[in-house]
């Protein structure tokens, strides 16, 4: 009478266990694949902050009378030229770094960059430059803030002590670890001049671009 082994016996044969001296030969695990383990996720890339608060007189506005602006103003200009900026425009008509200096150092920044326009006004009107710019710039550095100072833009027929305002704001800029964008620099054409000061839309535009560029060595994450 046959009999049905057991389960466990017939697992035992085929692995030639069992006892004994059978003589067959044990048959080799086969291992299975062991997965690498995955490697760790890269952390979050830090979100941009392309924040930037504007300063500046109506060159940096885009005024040309206390009513009347260009079409596109710095600020709009800014944020086409690099999207990734978020503008807070506190230039105004007519100010100056001797009239701002004394309000802007009891202010908070939420911005963490300030570009910092003014000069022409002060040049025009001979205020004391030099210990108003330090009181902007020692208000920045003290919120830790990148600073970009444009210096004085061209005029039709130079103001008086315009080279010797902007080469105070460029010396300046050096001192405080700030960037100088130079706009004195910049070439703009008569026919691009709405009066002796101010630009129209085209010489604006250049001037724009140039700070553009002193933003992108300023803050190369907030560039396309």
């Given at each position: 009478?046959?009999?049905?082994?057991?389960?466990?016996?017939?697992?035992?044969?085929?692995?030639?266990?069992?006892?004994?001296?059978?003589?067959?030969?044990?048959?080799?695990?086969?291992?299975?694949?062991?997965?690498?383990?995955?490697?760790?996720?890269?952390?979050?890339?830090?979100?941009?902050?392309?924040?930037?608060?504007?300063?500046?007189d109506s060159i940096?506005?885009?005024?040309?009378?206390?009513?009347?602006?260009?079409?596109?103003?710095?600020?709009?200009?800014?944020?086409?030229?690099?999207?990734?900026?978020?503008?807070?425009?506190?230039?105004?008509?007519?100010?100056?770094?001797?009239?701002?200096?004394?309000?802007?150092?009891?202010?908070?920044?939420?911005?963490?960059?300030?570009?910092?326009?003014?000069?022409?006004?002060?040049?025009?009107?001979?205020?004391p430059?030099?210990?108003?710019?330090?009181?902007?710039?020692?208000?920045?550095?003290?919120?830790?803030?990148?600073?970009?100072?444009?210096?004085?833009?061209?005029?039709?027929?130079?103001?008086?002590?315009?080279?010797?305002?902007?080469?105070?704001?460029?010396?300046?800029?050096?001192?405080?670890?700030?960037?100088?964008?130079?706009?004195?620099?910049?070439?703009?054409?008569?026919?691009d001049?709405?009066?002796?000061v101010?630009?129209?839309?085209?010489?604006?535009?250049?001037?724009?671009e140039?700070?553009?560029?002193?933003?992108?060595?300023?803050?190369?994450?907030?560039?396309?």
């Amino acid at each position: 009478m046959n009999r049905l082994l057991p389960l466990t016996c017939l697992a035992l044969a085929a692995c030639g266990g069992g006892g004994g001296g059978g003589g067959g030969s044990a048959m080799p695990m086969i291992g299975l694949p062991i997965a690498a383990p995955s490697a760790p996720a890269a952390p979050p890339a830090p979100a941009r902050d392309c924040t930037l608060q504007l300063e500046g007189d109506s060159i940096a506005s885009g005024g040309l009378s206390m009513f009347t602006t260009i079409a596109e103003v710095p600020a709009a200009a800014i944020k086409r030229l690099r999207p990734a900026y978020v503008v807070t425009d506190k230039s105004v008509i007519g100010n100056s770094a001797h009239a701002r200096a004394p309000v802007f150092i009891n202010e908070s920044i939420a911005s963490r960059i300030v570009v910092i326009e003014f000069g022409v006004n002060d040049a025009g009107n001979s205020y004391p430059y030099e210990p108003a710019m330090r009181l902007l710039l020692d208000r920045t550095k003290a919120l830790g803030k990148l600073v970009v100072v444009t210096g004085l833009p061209q005029q039709r027929i130079p103001l008086v002590n315009a080279d010797a305002y902007n080469d105070i704001a460029k010396r300046l800029a050096g001192e405080y670890g700030a960037t100088f964008a130079d706009w004195r620099s910049v070439a703009i054409a008569p026919a691009d001049m709405a009066d002796d000061v101010h630009p129209l839309q085209k010489g604006s535009t250049q001037l724009v671009e140039q700070l553009v560029r002193a933003l992108d060595q300023a803050a190369p994450e907030c560039a396309p």
